[in-house]
Structures are given as structure tokens and as C-alpha cells.
């Protein structure tokens, strides 16, 4: 799973945690997502790994700065391709998704 394999130039908007919708997006070319701000990290690993089971694709967990991004590290270690950030920048986190 690699983001440079990106097909279509398409990111799907990080607002729902339907891990088919994600997968859909991701397994036809573009890169699905799935919301984490919200998850506790148990739960986040969680729906990343059905994300994981429905595609091979590049997809992304988004984490709405305006709320403490509680799961972020533990998606991180399970191997998220991908993280965004929205309504806020925070160098500390951005340095920790590197």
C-alpha cells in the first residue's frame, strides 16, 4: 500500500466512518478515508483494520484538530498509510505522522 500509487486524484471528505465507503473509494482508484478524532484508540485500530480487510489501496484517517486526536498514535503504530489533519495545524502532530 503505497500513495504514490495513487490513481485518481480524488480524496474522499474525511466526515464518515463506513469503512465500505472508504474501501470503495480506495479499491476504485481514488483514497477513501475514515473519521478517528472521535474513535478511543481500541475502537480507531479497529476500523482501520476493516479497512484493511476490504482494501489494499491507499486510504487515510482524518483527525479534526479542534478536539484532542486521543487514537492518533495507536493508528499510527497499526500502519495508517495516511493521516490528515483539518481545522487546525499542530507541528507536534504533524511531526509524529511523519
Known amino acids: ?57 491507499p486510504f487515510f484517517v482524518n483527525f479534526v484538530l479542534s478536539f484532542a486526536p486521543k487514537s492518533l498514535d495507536a493508528v499510527i503504530e497499526a500502519g495508517a498509510p495516511a493521516v490528515t489533519f483539518s481545522w487546525g495545524i499542530d507541528p507536534k502532530l504533524i511531526k509524529i505522522a511523519h
Not at 13 to 35: E, F, I, K, R, Y
Request: charged share 20%; glycine share 8%; no cysteine.
Open 1 to 57: 500500500m503505497n500513495i504514490n500509487d495513487l490513481q485518481i486524484p480524488i480524496l474522499q471528505a474525511p466526515t464518515d466512518t463506513s469503512t465500505d465507503l472508504a474501501a470503495a473509494v480506495s479499491n476504485t482508484g481514488g483514497m477513501g478515508s475514515v473519521q478517528g478524532t472521535w474513535k478511543n484508540p481500541d475502537d480507531a485500530v479497529v476500523l482501520f483494520d476493516k479497512v484493511l480487510s476490504k482494501t489494499k489501496n
